[in-house]
């Protein structure tokens, strides 16, 4: 069984940086891809970064790009974000996702395996 475990997360002032993690354990054999998604208050699950497992090819959201960076450590089974000069409009609970299947991107159906979450909020 598959579980992802975030960290990283935090209380930061705006134009801070921070960096979260995702730990996947388990059947990880196959991985396509792995993503990261936000939920504000109030607001849908909306995607933020994406990465392949294979070739590292990335996709971003437009609000983050040029500002949050998604990487990866295959041997470690690890997914990173780096989240640079930050918003208030950030805050959010961010969520790392696993992609078995075809590459999904943007895609929140597409993946199969979600962590619990970790908040991120910047204040002003």
């Known amino acids: 069984q598959v579980q992802l475990v975030e960290s990283g997360g935090g209380l930061v002032q705006a134009g801070d940086s921070l960096r979260l993690s995702c730990a996947a354990s388990?059947?990880?054999?196959?991985?396509?891809?792995m993503g990261w998604f936000r939920q504000a208050p109030g607001k849908e699950r909306e995607f933020v970064a994406a990465i392949t497992w294979n070739r590292g090819r990335t996709d971003y959201a437009d609000s983050v790009k040029d500002r949050f960076f998604i990487s990866r450590d295959t041997a470690k089974n690890t997914v990173y974000l780096q989240m640079n000069s930050l918003k208030a409009e950030d805050t959010a609970v961010y969520y790392c996702a696993l992609n078995l299947g075809a590459y999904g991107a943007k895609n929140a159906n597409a993946y199969e395996h979600w962590g619990q979450g970790t908040q991120v909020t910047v204040s002003t």
């Open positions: 388990g059947v990880t054999s196959g991985t396509r891809a």
